[in-house]
């Protein structure tokens, strides 16, 4: 048999494969199933560090504020109320309330405190506006209350 010929068998119709070119045909590579398995676990325990951060920081929060009502007052200021709800009602918050104008600017804010008190609270604030406010919302919520705010 020379080199490059191939070589049939009666009921065989693939070719035969050079042995010191290609190695036997019994002998094969090593199994590569525990890379994928490692990269699954991997991929597993980072999906679920991921989402556990989501959860902590985009999850409940522990206070949380809604508008309940806005009405104009005289000189480019709205009364907003916006009622509290909190986890622990024993420590006092503070909401950031704020007006916008026709374009849907902010034109307007005002820092509110909640002082402590039942879980749930309604409070009442007239904001100022730089021009005619149409509405209101609550941007957001905290217990760290700045120092200006806090009661001695």
């Known amino acids: 048999m020379r080199s490059g010929e ?15 070119r290609y190695g036997t ?11 994928r398995w490692l990269f699954v676990a ?6 679920c560090a991921i989402g556990w951060i989501y959860y902590v920081n985009l999850g409940q929060t522990p206070i ?6 806005f009405e104009e ?15 622990d009602d024993s420590k006092p918050g503070v909401c950031v309330v704020r007006v916008r104008d026709k374009s849907g600017a902010e ?7 909640v ?5 749930h609270s309604r409070v009442s ?16 919520c905290s217990y760290s209350i700045p120092r200006y705010l806090s009661t001695p």
């Open 6 to 20: 191939t070589v049939t068998t009666e009921g065989d119709a693939t070719p035969a494969r050079p042995a010191d």
């Open 25 to 35: 045909a019994g002998k094969g590579k090593p199994s590569k199933r525990w890379r």
């Open 42 to 47: 991997v991929a597993l325990i980072v999906s």
């Open 64 to 69: 949380d504020a809604e508008r309940i009502g």
């Open 73 to 87: 007052r005289p000189g480019d200021a709205m009364q907003v109320t916006i009622n509290v709800t909190r986890d």
């Open 107 to 113: 034109s307007g804010r005002r820092e509110v405190l």
């Open 115 to 119: 002082p402590a008190g039942a879980g």
């Open 125 to 140: 604030t007239v904001v100022k506006s730089i021009g005619l406010p149409v509405t209101a919302d609550v941007f957001g």
